[in-house]
């Protein structure tokens, strides 16, 4: 497994960002996906995961009702749709690969980690 983040950038509050997670290894459909997120001198924290069809989503409190995760296995791809913006959400955004949704909530849940994208939202 071998991800690649991109899509973050700067944008306003109130303004959409879609990033994207690709993954050239061979064994995408098989592991559940993750986006996390560290804000500077903060911990990385759990944003959302989607299973390993996509049928299964979980977001925390704090994006949900804003942020959408997709897939497309066929692309071996990972989406993150954000709208309606925040200088809060301004971070490094990072995807994550794991095995189960066991402990998808945690960073010890995933096994494989993109590089990050930045996402700025200025107010």
């Known amino acids: 497994v071998q991800l690649q983040a991109s899509g973050g950038g700067l944008v306003q509050a109130g303004g959409s960002l879609r990033l994207s997670c690709a993954d050239s290894?061979?064994?995408?459909?098989?592991?559940?996906m993750g986006w996390f997120r560290q804000a500077p001198g903060k911990e990385r924290e759990f944003v959302c995961t989607?299973?390993?069809?996509?049928?299964?989503?979980y977001y925390a409190d704090s994006v949900k009702g804003r942020f959408t995760i997709s897939r497309d296995n066929a692309k071996d791809t990972v989406y993150l749709q954000m709208n309606s913006l925040k200088p809060e959400d301004t971070a490094v955004y990072y995807c994550?690969?794991?095995?189960?949704?066991?402990?998808?909530?945690?960073?010890?849940?995933?096994?494989?980690w993109g590089q990050g994208t930045e996402v700025t939202v200025s107010s």
């Open positions: 989607i299973s390993y069809g996509g049928r299964q989503t």
């Open positions: 290894g061979r064994s995408f459909s098989t592991y559940v």
């Open positions: 994550a690969a794991g095995a189960s949704l066991r402990v998808y909530r945690k960073v010890e849940g995933y096994d494989y």
